[in-house]
């Protein structure tokens, strides 16, 4: 059988990697001693998640909910969420930070006419939990100078910090980990606002894999939250525990974008 595909590069940076790694050999472990074919040893981290998320191959990965709801060319099936234990964080759910330079300005209105850093259009908690918290204060269809695209939530946070940028929103869980491994970014930092709430980045699989691996992967995961041995690397990702579902726990983030477009803010300007 064809070999399938894992990624977790959703949070996969620094010690993460490691903790990732070690997760996913027992997941591997576990779908292999319940015969299910073609499951990879390794992780893929040779091609952007958003490349992975469109292979049909796809056999474990986990997705921004904003693309999840937004992108019908995405061919996938929701296996779980995953629920965090960071600030802001908890049930299922997260929030982002909007932060800007710890010297700047303290209030959101105070950044009319400056650069915002988001690490992608299709970011849930880089552009839809900002454009949704800045709509109300647009005018026109506008509020920032310019917009500038970092790749990342990691390169936001670099950014303002050189100076590039003024003002992003970023993830509760990239907060923390960026707070963990790089306290002196988070140290030139001040948190203006907090964002709606949202439901933290799904683990997911290809619409074409087979029901018995999806139920192989549900009780890998199961396993693997609840292993004492996998404790040190659960704590390196936030992660406590899991929530089963569907895409049903995302229907409020489109909410949220036909909210911005009906206060006539439909992209973050």
């Known amino acids: 059988m064809k070999q399938r595909v894992a990624s977790l590069g959703m949070y996969d940076h620094g010690p993460q990697q490691a903790a990732n790694d070690r997760l996913w050999n027992e997941i591997a472990r576990i779908l292999g001693a319940r015969g299910i074919k073609g499951v990879p040893r390794h992780l893929d981290r040779s091609r952007t998640v ?15 909910g904003f693309p999840l709801i937004s992108d019908p060319s995405l061919k996938l099936r929701v296996l ?37 850093a988001i690490n992608g259009t299709d970011s849930n908690t880089g552009m839809n939990l900002f454009r949704a918290i800045v709509a109300p204060l647009a005018d ?11 790749g990342s939530h990691r390169e936001s946070v670099a950014a303002i910090v050189r100076g590039d940028a003024d003002i992003a929103a970023i993830d ?28 933290t980045p799904p683990f997911v699989t290809s619409r074409a894999t087979p ?33 089963t579902g569907g895409t ?22």
């Open 80 to 116: 779980a969420t995953p629920v965090y234990d960071t600030p802001a964080s908890g049930l299922g759910l997260h929030r982002s930070f909007l932060v800007a330079r710890h010297d700047d300005a303290p209030t959101l209105p105070a950044y009319r006419g400056r650069a915002a």
């Open 172 to 199: 509760s869980v990239t907060f923390a980990a960026v707070k963990r491994d790089s306290p002196e970014q988070i140290d030139a930092l001040r948190i203006l606002a907090t964002t709606a709430e949202s439901a």
């Open 50 to 64: 958003q490349t992975l998320w469109h292979d049909p191959d796809l056999l474990f990965g986990q997705i921004c």
């Open 211 to 243: 029901i018995e691996a999806v139920a192989a992967l549900r009780l890998a995961l199961a396993q693997v939250v609840a292993d004492p041995g996998l404790a040190a690397a659960r704590d390196a990702l936030f992660l406590r525990d899991i929530i």
């Open 248 to 269: 049903e726990r995302y229907a409020p983030l489109r909410s949220l974008e036909i909210e911005a477009v009906v206060a006539g803010y439909p992209e973050l300007l």
């Open 140 to 150: 026109g269809g506008r509020f920032f100078g310019t917009v500038l695209q970092t």
